[in-house]
């Protein structure tokens, strides 16, 4: 038996909830078989994580099993899907226990959080990396997308976008940050229960992978809008002035990713309940600016903005 | 924009199927939206393959786009399953339009051949790897399973199982090799009208990644039965045993991997069927075997057997 064999069986015995809503076979034959409401859309996506490039080589095993699942679970939130099943395609230059104990345990921890089952997954010699497909279920046309945006809409963000560009910024340059960076970065929260709640209430909605600007901007070009951010009304973290300045808070907030809050966009008339769901939630969402006719995205009051975002280590 | 960015634009306008039965929303969302007729169950499968690993370097990048689909539609075929969906991560050490577009060709032709849609993919930079997900429908309880055999049953596989190997082996060597056994490693077919065609008449199936042997053993292993097979009845392909002799021909059917073929059971009333079934896809479909009560597998008059096959470099 191979050491990939070895791992398969780890992973076939690890603590990673296996049955779950419409499992009717999971891990074991050459597909799974799932059932999915009669009445539910199903809603897919895939995002790999690769070492070095979207995460750094120090990180630990089980903040990167975390990480994995998160950022997929992060884009079920922003459909307003609810998570169902997921898929792991795991390369690994070695079969090295401590590593694979750890992966597993932050893997695990989220999958149970969030109530998602593993059904399939395969097992690979190469260098680290680490691809994860997550399925989920709306009802049938209630899923968020990004082109339903519409001018005289205001737009909102979750939490506290910018944490988590501190966070990396902090652990790169090797010096302290506020635990609530640290722990933006290293331990990003899917935002699922804002996802649902927004189902009816938002008209476009995406999470903040790449930064505000650049997430905000996918909004107006599929929904073939223009969005108005206004600078006072940003959320900035008190952490994030108390460490750079307003100007550099600001920067960041715009700039930053990897936060994976949400952005969206949603009539005047449906604010006061975003703000009741907010409550409920005790997740800060903020109205940011409005949506208006035209394209691209804009910031009165920013100064010089910075379009894009590269996330980590990529160029 | 980076080179990632021209990538992700390269597939978006690359001529793979997007359009399909059930699409409500596809690639350009956080996530795709997919409708499942309600009285089917959904099947998923993952594989990865890595260079070197999974397929020599000197693959081609047409080959390696059809193989990535290839071997992952044939886990749908063994389940019976007719494909709806797929998507793609793709891992690249950089971007490379005649490599891309060798890829993208390989990979569209069977996609339309097999009739299954792009929804969702995911593009870095790293060693080169290739996670293909695919999603397949069947009616609610009719997928086939590798646990259904039953003592009394028929063993049954379709082809020429140990082209694949003398293909590759003659690609490992640089030696000359028949057209069929080239092909049959290099262009890979998923048996996907036999896999629904064998609806309600086979009772358990496998395709046949790692050896019919070993492939055998996880339906006698999942059944609870043990799979008796006889030598005589192998079907070696003229061109094997021609290469060959017939006691190595039979090794390299009963032991080498990469066929894709089918391997499965059914009660003997079904025998008559089945024929039908192969006569009407030009597919040899041959009894190789019976399942018994007991455990694991057997071939007698086979002589020493090799009772494990590793894939292309694995080790």
Chains 1, 2 share one sequence.
Request: with cysteine.
């Amino acid at each position: 038996m191979g050491e990939f064999e070895l791992i398969r069986r780890f992973f076939a015995g690890a603590d990673i909830a296996r049955d779950g809503e419409g499992v009717v076979l999971g891990i074991g034959d050459d597909a799974a078989i799932l059932r999915l409401p009669a009445d539910e859309d199903l809603l897919v996506s895939v995002d790999t994580l690769v070492a070095g490039v979207h995460f750094p080589h120090a990180m630990s095993a089980r903040d990167i099993g975390h990480r994995a699942l998160a950022v997929n679970l992060s884009d079920l939130a922003a459909m307003g899907a609810r998570p169902l099943w997921f898929t792991l395609a795991l390369t690994l230059p070695s079969a090295d226990a401590d590593w694979l104990a750890g992966f597993c345990a932050g893997l695990a921890a989220l999958a149970r959080e969030s109530g998602i089952a593993l059904v399939g997954g395969d097992t690979t010699r190469g260098p680290l990396s680490i691809t994860v497909q997550v399925h989920g279920a709306a009802p049938r046309g209630a899923a968020l997308r990004r082109d339903g945006a519409r001018a005289g809409e205001d737009l909102w963000v979750s939490g506290w976008p910018g944490l988590a560009a501190l966070g990396l910024r902090a652990m790169q340059q090797g010096s302290a940050a506020p635990a609530e960076a640290l722990a933006a970065f290293l331990a990003p929260r899917p935002r699922l229960a804002l996802g649902t709640g927004l189902r009816g209430l938002a008209s476009a909605a995406i999470d903040v992978s790449d930064g505000l600007l650049a997430d905000a901007g996918h909004i107006a070009e599929r929904s073939g809008v223009h969005l108005a951010l206004e600078a006072a009304a940003l959320p900035l973290a008190p952490a994030l002035g108390a460490a750079l300045g307003e100007a550099e808070a600001r920067a960041l907030c715009l700039g930053g990713g990897d936060d994976y809050e949400l952005c969206f966009t949603a009539p005047p008339a449906h604010a006061e309940s975003i703000r009741r769901l907010a409550r409920r939630l005790a997740l800060a969402c903020t109205r940011i600016g409005r949506v208006e006719a035209g394209s691209g995205v804009s910031c009165a009051g920013a100064g010089m903005l910075r379009a894009g975002y590269q996330h980590f280590g990529e160029g």
